[in-house]
């Protein structure tokens, strides 16, 4: 497959839907040659900071001499960011033989299924990323769960060391409506591993996995993480300041260092420094213009907005701030707003590309609800990023945030189709 091909293969698959269970992922990797056994993983879970733990997981591990693949998503304007080897997305070319090779797999599988049963998307590109990193020879891979942890198409990997990021209420539809309940079903991936590496023994002959969190896990999930069969490890921050900016980005990096710490033993601190000075995480607390300075933040829930609205006051530093907000419709909108609004002087509600994104006039209304009146509403992303750096002036600044959908959409080049999320 080309590039091309192989991206109308995977959004022809959206036809599907989801559908969780893993017996199609097993099946998949069994038609694959089980390519997950081929490398050593880190399987990193949580409602929020994912993608950024295991970029910098994985520039750790770059930086201490092995070869590194990370599995993230979503992804921002093309498929191919998912699939990292070392600190560059995989080439279009590979991907596209990545997705022939899932592809064939998956043929074989459907025939095996009942008629309404079919391999899904993100099943099909897991496999195509379990495939290329296997075939690209990486030591290790850092591999980000899509929704959940137990059901996850991710969890198909023998992982020693697992990471959870934090524990908020989302996709309660799915994962529960308690923090414990959600916090069970991502920690899962511990159950799931620690049963495969008794099958299979480590090279280090090891029985039992790490645990990676942070300290200020909610007391419910903290509890289950305690009862969970590894060794616990509780992230602290060490002082090293990365390059990706925000509060929430120090947290993240805590966690990155104890991961990596808990797979190679030692680390070598300029090492440390060197993955926190070089790596950024695009969509996150990214600096897009100046004058005024304006940022992109792809926080999408309660969580992530109150952990952005943080970091705040130091990056603003006295500055006006105007918002282009963008929040899909199954989010607490509210919530949202009510952590946003006492950073801002002016909110722009739009849209984006996504059919569940509120309308522009509903964010408004609520706004105004919640006792914010200096909101306007104006449905095109790209003319709402430009009333706000109009209305900021350039002594100002400006934050477009609320959903991923929005931020892809500003970064995607002018005029481009946007690919699924």
């Not at 990486?138 to 198909?156: K, W």
């Not at 996995?209 to 903290?222: F, N, Q």
């Not at 609320?402 to 481009?416: E, H, Q, T, W």
Request: net charge negative.
């Amino acid at each position: 497959m080309t590039f091309e091909q192989a991206e109308r293969y995977l959004l022809g698959l959206e036809l599907f839907g989801m559908r969780f269970g893993l017996d199609r992922m097993r099946r998949l990797m069994t038609a694959l040659g089980s390519p997950q056994e081929r490398f050593r993983s880190i399987h990193v879970v949580g409602t929020n900071g994912k993608s950024s733990t295991a970029r910098m997981t994985s520039a750790i591990l770059e930086r201490h001499g092995m070869r590194t693949g990370t599995y993230l998503s979503p992804h921002l304007v093309s498929f191919t960011e998912r699939i990292r080897i070392g600190e560059r997305d995989v080439e279009p070319e590979r991907f596209g033989t990545a997705v022939a090779r899932a592809a064939r797999a998956a043929e074989k599988v459907n025939r095996t299924l009942e008629p309404d049963d079919r391999v899904t998307q993100f099943e099909a590109l897991t496999a195509a990323a379990y495939s290329e990193l296997a075939e690209a020879k990486v030591e290790v891979a850092v591999i980000e769960a899509g929704l959940g942890g137990r059901y996850d198409a991710t969890n198909v990997i023998p992982s020693e060391v697992q990471v959870l990021t934090n524990v908020g209420l989302e996709h309660t539809r799915w994962l529960g409506p308690t923090i414990a309940d959600i916090a069970s079903e991502k920690l899962a991936v511990v159950e799931t591993s620690s049963e495969d590496r008794r099958l299979r023994r480590s090279e280090a002959g090891t029985t039992f996995s790490t645990l990676v969190t942070g300290p200020d896990l909610h007391p419910d999930a903290l509890a289950l993480a305690r009862a969970a069969p590894a060794k616990l490890v509780v992230a602290y921050e060490t002082g090293i300041v990365p390059a990706a900016r925000g509060a929430f980005q120090r947290r993240n990096f805590a966690l990155a260092r104890a991961a990596a710490e808990a797979l190679l033993g030692t680390l070598d601190e300029d090492a440390v420094r060197a993955a926190a000075a070089s790596t950024l995480v695009p969509g996150r607390f990214e600096v897009v213009d100046q004058h005024p300075e304006t940022v992109i933040d792809g926080a999408h829930n309660p969580a992530g907005m109150s952990a952005l609205a943080e970091s705040l006051p130091e990056w603003l530093d006295g500055r006006d701030l105007v918002a282009v907000l963008s929040i899909l419709d199954d989010k607490d909108a509210a919530a949202m707003l009510q952590a946003l609004i006492p950073h801002v002087t002016h909110i722009v509600c739009t849209t984006n590309a996504n059919p569940r994104a509120l309308p522009p006039a509903t964010l408004q209304s609520l706004a105004r609800q919640l006792g914010f009146t200096a909101v306007t509403a104006e449905r095109d992303p790209r003319a709402a990023l430009a009333a706000a750096r109009e209305l900021s002036g350039p002594g100002g600044a400006v934050l477009a945030t609320g959903s991923i959908y929005l931020i892809a959409d500003l970064l995607r080049p002018a005029g481009a189709k946007g690919a699924t999320l």
